[in-house]
C-alpha cells in the first residue's frame, strides 16, 4: 500500500526496526532542509526505529556532471568543474563544515575529467565513476553535519552493500547505467547493519556489479536504490522524502481538478510513476510490492 499521510509506521513486530529514509536533490541541498532531516531522524529514532538514511547528490549536480563530462569531450571542463565546486563549498559554509572534507572527491572529480579531455570521448565506466561523485560528495556532507548536531552516524558505501544482477542480452551501456539488484531479504546485509551504530547514511544511484565495478540505476535512480535497500533489510517501511506532496491523479500544473491521492494500491501507484508521474521512479515500486513493504510519500518543506 501506498499511502500519503501525517503518520509514521507502527511498529511491525516481525519487519525488525529499520525504516528507510529517501531524500532527494533538493531535501538535500540547504541548511534549512537538513535541519528538517535533523529533526525528522531524531523523531524516527525516538519512535523506536533504526534510520537508514538514503539520499540523491545535490539539486542539479548530476546535470552539472553531465554538463562537466560533454565540455571535457570538446577539450575544456575547468568552467564546469567550479562550478560543481562551488556549489558544495556553498553548502559546507551553510551547514558549518570545512570545505576540504570534499578535496579527495574534488581531486578524482577533475583527474577523471582530465582523461575524459585527453581520449575525447567517454566510456560507460567513466560515466559511471564522474556520475557516482556527486552522490558521494552530497553523502559525505551530510554524514559530517548530522554528526556535528550530535547524531551518530555510520557512513557506508552503497556499492557494498548492493550488488547488481546480470540480465541476459543486455548491452554495456545498460549494463552500467541502468543495472538493477535483486530483491530478496539479504541477511548478510541486515546482520552487518545492525553491527553499526546509529544511524545509516548511504547514497543513492550507485551500486557494484559481480566484477566490483561500479554502476549506476538509471537517472532517478535513488528512489530505487531505497526500496532495494528496505527490501533486502525486511524493513518496517519505507519513506520517499521529496519536495511535492505526493501523488494527485492527473498533473496538478494541468488539470485544475486534480485531487492529491491519500491512498493508493501498488498497482495503482505503478501505473501513475509508469504513466509520466515524476514524483516516485517507476522501478521503486517493486522491490516494496514483492515483500509488502509500506511506502509513504512525504513532502520535506511540509514535514
Known amino acids: 500500500m501506498i499511502t500519503i499521510d501525517n503518520n509514521t509506521f507502527p511498529r511491525v513486530a516481525d519487519s525488525g526496526n529499520w525504516l528507510v529514509m529517501k531524500f532527494g536533490g533538493t531535501s538535500v541541498s540547504s541548511l534549512q532542509t537538513w535541519e528538517t532531516i535533523r529533526d525528522l531522524i531524531v523523531e524516527r529514532q525516538a519512535a523506536g526505529f533504526r534510520p537508514v538514511v ?3 547528490a545535490v539539486a542539479n549536480v548530476s546535470n552539472r556532471l553531465e554538463a562537466a563530462l560533454e565540455a571535457a569531450v570538446k577539450g575544456e571542463f575547468a568552467a564546469e568543474l567550479e562550478g ?8 559546507a559554509a551553510a551547514l558549518g563544515l570545512e570545505s576540504t572534507l570534499l578535496d579527495e572527491l574534488a581531486g578524482e572529480l577533475q583527474q577523471l575529467l582530465a582523461g575524459v579531455r585527453l581520449v575525447r570521448e567517454v566510456s560507460p565506466r567513466v560515466r559511471v565513476r564522474v556520475m557516482a561523485l556527486g552522490e558521494l560528495m552530497a553523502t559525505t556532507l551530510g554524514a559530517a553535519y548530522l554528526q556535528a548536531a550530535g547524531i551518530e552516524v555510520t557512513w557506508t558505501d552503497a556499492r557494498d552493500a548492493l550488488q547488481s544482477v546480470d540480465i541476459p542480452h543486455e548491452n554495456e551501456r545498460s549494463r552500467y547505467l541502468a543495472a538493477s539488484c535483486g530483491t530478496d531479504a539479504d541477511t548478510e546485509l541486515q ?18 556489479n559481480p566484477s566490483g565495478e561500479s554502476v549506476l540505476l538509471g537517472r532517478g535512480g535513488s528512489d530505487t536504490s531505497a526500496a532495494y535497500f528496505a527490501a533486502k533489510l525486511q524493513a518496517a517501511g519505507l ?20 485531487r492529491l491521492l491519500n491512498t493508493l ?17 517507476p522501478r521503486c515500486i517493486r522491490p516494496v510490492r514483492h515483500h509488502g513493504i509500506p511506502l509513504r510519500v512525504r513532502c520535506t518543506s511540509q514535514p
Open 239 to 258: 519513506e520517499i522524502w521529496t519536495d511535492v506532496p505526493g501523488l494527485f491523479s492527473a498533473n496538478p500544473h494541468i488539470v485544475s481538478g486534480a
Open 191 to 208: 546482520h552487518r547493519f545492525d553491527g553499526m551504530p546509529g544511524v545509516i547514511l548511504t547514497q543513492g544511484f550507485i551500486a557494484k
Open 84 to 91: 560543481i565546486t562551488s556549489v558544495h563549498a556553498d553548502l
Open 54 to 56: 538514503v539520499h540523491s
Open 265 to 281: 494500491s501498488y498497482q495503482e501507484a505503478q501505473e501513475i510513476a509508469s504513466t509520466g508521474g515524476s514524483v516516485l521512479h
